[in-house]
C-alpha cells in the first residue's frame, strides 16, 4: 500500500498543469482569464468542487480542472438565464455505442447525424471506441498480476487514440487533444505501476482507468463536431462550433452500488450536479461520456453491464428529454429471431412493458433497467440503425403517445416471440402435497441452495405437482437436492416421484395487449396444435404481458415459426411436396406458378414446392423450387428418386411450420403412406383413389386419424376433378339430411365416349380422343373396365357411411375379354379396334329405340349397395344432355327427395383436375389460418 500512495503523490505533483478543455481549445484569446477564473472557482462553487477534490485518485484532478478551463471560457458573457438548465422538449438524447465510434469515419458520421437532428438542444452519451474497453480491463490485468507489458498495451492504446485523433483533428483542436491525451497516457502510467507494485487494483481503481475509453471519444466527438460546424459556420454565431461541450459524466451522474454488481442512480444529486454543472457549461450540444458515474462519496465506478444504454436513459430523465435515440447495428427490435424466422418485422413500436419482456428472452432490446428512467417520465425510446438510416427503427413508449400511423402496429396482440433453450422441466408430483402450506417453499428452498435458477414455474390448483424450468446444466443437482430434500415424503408414498423431462425449450409471446383481448392464447395454442407441437408445460402470470409454454427443443423453431406466422400478418407459408409430376402433377405446378404471387400478396399465402419427385428422379430445394424452371432444374439438378429422403427434406426443413404432400400418382403403394405422414403431421392432398377406395380397414383407420388430428386429408378431385362433388356431399351430411341414392355419370373419359360416340363413328377412335385430351387414367383400361367409376362409388359410398370393399360392387366392363391381359396400355389401344363391332351394336340398338347408352355408378345408400354399369336412357333424360367430358351427380336425399340435386360439369382432364387440387391446398392453408 506504501508504494501504490507514493505512486498516486508522484502523479499528483506532477509537473505538467493541464491544458484547457477542448471544448474551449480554441478559445486562445481566453488563456489569462482562465487560469485566474480557474483559481478563483472552488470558492465559489465549494461543494461541487469539494465533492471532486477530496478522494479522487490523480487524474481526476485534472478532469475537475478542465470543468474549470471551460467555465472560464464560456460563461463570461452568458446571462442568468442561459446558465439554466432548459427542460421540457426542448433536448434530444442520443447514445452511440463502441461501433457506432469505432473508427475515425464512423466518427466523422457520429458528428454528421448529430449536427442533421434538427432539436433544440442535443446531449449525446457516447460509449469507448469499440475494443478500448476491453483494452483497459486488460492493462489492469496485466498490471495486477505483474505483467510489465501493460506498458506496451498502454502505447497501442495511446497509438489508436492518436492516430483517429489525427484523421479527425488538426490544429489547435488536434494539439489540444493530444496534451490531454498524453497527459492521461502518463497518469495512466503511474496508476497502472502502482498496481504493478501492489499486485492488486480496488474497484474504483479499475473503474477509473476504464473510464478513460468514454472520456477520449467524447473529447474527440465534440471536437469534430466544433470543427465541422465552424467550418459550415465560420462566423462567430450562434450556430458556431464553440457551443459544443463534452461532460465528464463523473461530475454529475451519482449512484449507489448494489449488492447485486448493479446501481441505483442518486436522481437528486445527479439533478443537483447536472444544473451545477450546466450553469457553468451552458451548451446546445453536449457530449457525455457513457458507462462512467461516481458514487456519493465522489469514487468513480461504472453503471456495469449495459452501462453506456443506462447512462443515456438516465440523462434523458435529468433532461427530461424530448426523446432517447440508442444508435445500434440493427434496424430495431424484430418480432422474432431473423435468424430463426425469416419473415421476422422490425416493430414499429413497443410498449415498455413490452421491451422488458423481450429484453428478458434476449432479443435486441434494452436491458429492463435502462427503460426505467425514462418510463418514469414516459419519454419514448428509439432504437435505430446507424449503418441504415433509411430504417424508421422502434420506438418504445407508452402506448398512448403512439402516432395514428404507427397505432396499426398496436393492433397485434401479440408483438413478438421469444425462446430460450437448453432448459429441463422438474415435476414434483404426489397427493401430499395438495393443501399442503409449505411444500412450494420447501421445492424451492432446495432449488436455491444448489444455486438454480428458476426460469419458470406451473402449478395447476389441483396441487398434486409443481412444475418448474431450470437451466439444463443445473438440472441434476435440483433433482439430486430434491430427491435428497423429499426423501422420507418419497419413502412414504407422499410424492409419487421427483421427475427431469430433458432437452426442452421455452417458447414466449409477448405482448401488451394480450391482457385485454379474449382468445390470444386460443390463438396461440391452435398454431402449435397445427403444426402438431406438444405442449409439455404453460405458464402465464396475471400481468397477461407473456404466455410461456415449454416444448421439446427439437420443436422449438419449428414452433417459433408457425406461431409468428399465425400471429404476424405473415403468411400462411406451406412447405409442399409434388408426388408424381405427370400430366395432372405437371400442371398443378404450372397452376401454382402462375397465382403464387396473388396468392403471396392478396391472401398472405406462401406455398414453397420443397421437392417434386417422379417414379425415377427427384428435385429437391432448401427454399422452394422456381416453378417457371422446375423442368430444367430438374434436367440440371435431378437425383435419383428416393421417397424417404424426399419426405424427410420436405417435411423436416426448419423454417416452415406446416409440410403436405401432394400425391399426383395413381399409385397404391404411394397411397399407402398416407398414414405414416399423416402420423408424422404431414398433411395430404390427392387426386389418387387408391387410398380411399383400397382396403375397407385402411381407408377407415386414415379417416379416424384425420379426425383425431390436426392434420388434414382432402381428396376432392378423387371424384368429378375439380366438381365439388365430396364437399356436396359432406355439406348435406353434416347439416343434418339423409343421403338416399347417388346416381351419376362419374367418368369423364366415358361421359366423352358416350357423348361422342354416335353418327357411324369407331368405338377406339373416340378412345383415342379421350386419352389424347387427358380425360383416361394413365391406363384407358382403368375407365373402360368401369373399375375407375367403381372407385369413385367406393368413395362416395364410404363418404355416405357404407361400408363397402370394392369387390361389393358389381361392374359391367368395356374392355374386350381378349384384351384384358394386355402388358401394356399402349398395346391395349392398338388392339381395341379390333373389338370395335361390339359396341357400335348397343350404340344402334339404343339410338333405333330413341335412347342414349350411358355409364353410370350408382350408390344406393337405402339398400347398402352399389352398382357401375351401362345404361339406356330416353333422350330427354338430364343425363342425355352432357357434351364433353361432363360428370353429372343426382343427390338424393331426405331434404332434396322429389327434385334431386344436380352437380354437372366437366369432371376430368388437366386444367380441371389440378384446379381441385389446388383448390384443396387453398382449404389447407385456409385451416391453417391464412384469411378467407
Ligand atoms: N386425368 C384426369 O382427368 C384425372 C386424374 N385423376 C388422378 O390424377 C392422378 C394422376 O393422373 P395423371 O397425371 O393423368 O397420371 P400420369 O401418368 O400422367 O402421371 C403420373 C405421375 O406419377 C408418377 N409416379 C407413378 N408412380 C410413382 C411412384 N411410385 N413414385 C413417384 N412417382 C410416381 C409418374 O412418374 P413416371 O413418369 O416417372 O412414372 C408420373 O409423373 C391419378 O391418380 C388419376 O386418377 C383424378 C381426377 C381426374
Ligand atoms: N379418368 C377419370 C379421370 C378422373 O378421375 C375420368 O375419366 O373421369
Ligand atoms: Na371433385
Known sequence: MASLSAAISRSSSSPCFPPPNPNTASLSHHRNIFHSQCRAFPLSRPSLFLRKGLTLPPGRESQSTRICASVADVSLNLSVEEKQLPKGDTWSVHKFGGTCV???????????????????????????????????????????????????????????????????????????????????????????????IAGHATESFTDFVVGHGELWSAQMLSLVIRKLVTSCFPSGTEQNGVDCKWMDTREVLIVNPTSSNQVDPDYSLSQQGLEKWYSLNPAKVIIATGFIASTPQNIPTTLKRDGSDFSAAIMGALFRARQVTIWTDVDGVFSADPRKVSEAVILKTLSYQEAWEMSYFGANVLHPRTIIPVMRYGIPIIIRNIFNLSAPGTKICHPSVIEDEDKQDLQNFVK?????????????????????????????????????NVIMISQASSEHSVCFAVPEKEVKAVAEALQSRFRQALDAGRLSQVAVVPNCSILAAVGQKMASTPGVSATLFNALAKASINVRAIAQGCSEYNITVVIKREDCIKALRAVHSRFYLSRTTIAMGIIGPGLIGSTLLDQLRDQASVLKEEFNIDLRVMGIISSKSMLLSESGIDLARWRELRDEKGEVANLDKFVHHVHGNHFIPNTAIVDCTSDSIIA??????????????????????????????????????YTHYFYEATVGAGLPIISTLRGLLETGDRILQIEGIFSGTLSYIFNNFKDGRAFSEVVAEAKEAGYTEPDPRDDLSGTDVARKVIILA???????????????????????????????????????????????????????????????????????????????????????????????????????????????????????????ILRLASYLGAPS
Open 102 to 196: 469505432g473508427t475515425s469515419q464512423r466518427i466523422k458520421n457520429v458528428a454528421d447525424i448529430i449536427i442533421k437532428d434538427d432539436s433544440e438542444r442535443k446531449l449525446v452519451v457516447v460509449s469507448a471506441m469499440s475494443k478500448v474497453t476491453d483494452m483497459m480491463y486488460d492493462l489492469i490485468n496485466k498490471a495486477q498480476s505483474r505483467d510489465e507489458n501493460y506498458v506496451a498495451a498502454l502505447d497501442v492504446v495511446l497509438e489508436k487514440h492518436s492516430q483517429t485523433a489525427h484523421d479527425l483533428l488538426d490544429g489547435d483542436h488536434l494539439a489540444s487533444f493530444l496534451s490531454q491525451l498524453h497527459q492521461d497516457i502518463n497518469n495512466l502510467k503511474a496508476m497502472l505501476r502502482a498496481i504493478y
Open 416 to 452: 413478438g416471440f421469444a425462446t430460450i433453450d437448453n432448459l429441463a422441466l422438474v415435476n414434483v408430483e404426489g397427493t401430499g402435497m395438495a393443501g399442503v402450506p409449505g411444500t412450494a417453499s420447501a421445492i424451492f428452498g432446495a432449488v436455491k441452495d444448489v444455486g438454480a
Open 672 to 709: 399407402g403412406h398416407y398414414n405414416d405422414w399423416l402420423r408424422k403431421g404431414i398433411h395430404v392432398v390427392t387426386p389418387n383413389k387408391k387410398a380411399n377406395s383400397g382396403p375397407l380397414d385402411q381407408y377407415l383407420s386414415l379417416r379416424a386419424l384425420q379426425r383425431q388430428s
Open 798 to 920: 364410404r363418404e355416405s357411411g357404407l361400408k363397402l370393399e370394392l369387390s361389393d360392387i358389381p361392374v359391367e366392363s368395356l374392355v374386350p375379354e381378349p384384351l384384358r391381359d394386355c402388358a401394356s396400355a399402349q398395346e391395349f389401344m392398338q388392339q381395341l379396334p379390333k373389338f370395335d363391332q361390339l359396341l357400335s351394336k348397343k350404340q344402334e340398338e339404343a339410338e333405333n329405340a330413341g335412347e342414349v347408352l350411358r355409364y353410370v355408378g350408382v350408390v344406393d345408400v337405402t339398400n347398402k349397395k352399389g352398382t357401375v354399369e351401362l345404361r339406356r336412357y330416353k333422350k330427354d333424360h338430364p343425363f342425355a344432355h352432357l357434351s364433353g367430358s361432363d360428370n353429372i351427380i343426382a343427390f338424393t336425399t331426405r331434404r332434396y327427395q322429389n327434385q334431386p340435386l344436380i352437380v354437372r360439369g366437366p369432371g376430368a382432364g388437366a386444367q380441371v383436375t389440378a384446379g381441385g387440387i389446388f383448390s384443396d
